[in-house]
């Protein structure tokens, strides 16, 4: 079992940047691939980014490539999404999301566990 809590969110202009960060807690943590997904209002929540168990390997989003970059400390316990040069469009919940792969996957289906969100608003 792991429990994730997504923090960093907040109100920011376009142009700025922010840091997610998501603490696990719970056995085995480095052994899960860890991705973050987001969701506005009336929309499906969906994929942004992705990293493999030990971090070789990153997947993102088109919309996301260049601006975006996930990171994790697995000492820590703790998965990053650093994201600059923010656009109102990416206002959205963002949660980060735990699977037993160890390969980052795309697709919602594909993680086990997820946290409870955190907000991010970008204003014009």
């Known amino acids: 079992q792991v429990q994730l809590v997504e923090s960093g969110g907040g109100l920011v202009q376009a142009g700025d940047s922010l840091r997610l960060s998501c603490a696990a807690s719970?056995?085995?943590?480095?052994?899960?691939?860890m991705g973050w997904f987001r969701q506005a209002p009336g929309k499906e929540r969906e994929f942004v980014a992705a990293i493999n168990w030990d971090g070789t390997g990153t997947y993102y989003a088109n919309f996301v490539k260049g601006r975006f970059t996930i990171s994790r400390d697995n000492a820590k316990n703790t998965v990053y999404l650093q994201m600059n040069s923010l656009k109102p469009e990416d206002t959205a919940a963002y949660y980060c999301?735990?699977?037993?792969?160890?390969?980052?996957?795309?697709?919602?289906?594909?993680?086990?566990?997820w946290g409870q969100g955190t907000q991010v608003t970008v204003s014009s």
């Open positions: 719970g056995r085995s943590f480095s052994y899960y691939a």
């Open positions: 999301a735990a699977s037993r792969g160890t390969i980052g996957a795309m697709s919602r289906g594909e993680y086990d566990y």
